[in-house]
């Protein structure tokens, strides 16, 4: 399987869900308004789950899920699950922009508010409590 892949899961009445396997782990749509990346290099338990309309994230999860994401490999499990609210806002924006690019990301891209379908383009990153981040790339 390629590093952007899509993947649709569900068997007969049960759950569907759809997942992405991109750079540092996966991310898993398991409700139409709810999306779950999870860490390849710590295990089931080192997750991150975003919204896509209202909470902290504004609606636009993608940057944050997949700076995260990308970071994990440098981090202890404790260290990465803690990075969750330290993530840069121009680090966000870079991964956001980086994964508008990807076909294969397109509709998880669709569900973000502020991004526009006809130009590709996203809307920029709400800035967060804390805009730091734990690591320099």
């Not at 710590?42 to 902290?56: A, T």
């Not at 440098?74 to 121009?90: E, F, G, I, W």
């Not at 569900?111 to 790339?137: F, H, L, M, Q, R």
């Amino acid at each position: 399987m390629s590093p952007l892949t899509s993947r649709r899961r569900g068997r007969g009445t049960g759950p569907s869900f759809r997942r992405w396997k991109i750079k540092g782990g996966t991310l898993v749509l398991e409700k139409p308004t709810s999306l779950t990346a999870f860490c390849k290099h710590h295990g089931k338990d080192c997750k991150m789950n975003r919204s896509f309309r209202g909470g902290s994230c504004k609606g636009r999860p993608m940057g944050a899920l997949s700076r995260w994401l990308k970071i994990g490999k440098r981090l202890t499990q404790k260290q990465h699950k803690s990075a969750k609210l330290r993530l840069a806002k121009r680090k966000r924006e870079n991964s956001r922009i980086f994964g508008a690019s990807k076909p294969v990301l397109r509709d998880l891209f669709s569900k973000e508010k502020g991004y526009n379908p006809d130009t590709g383009e996203v809307a920029s990153e709400p800035s967060i409590s804390s805009d730091s981040d734990s690591s320099s790339s």
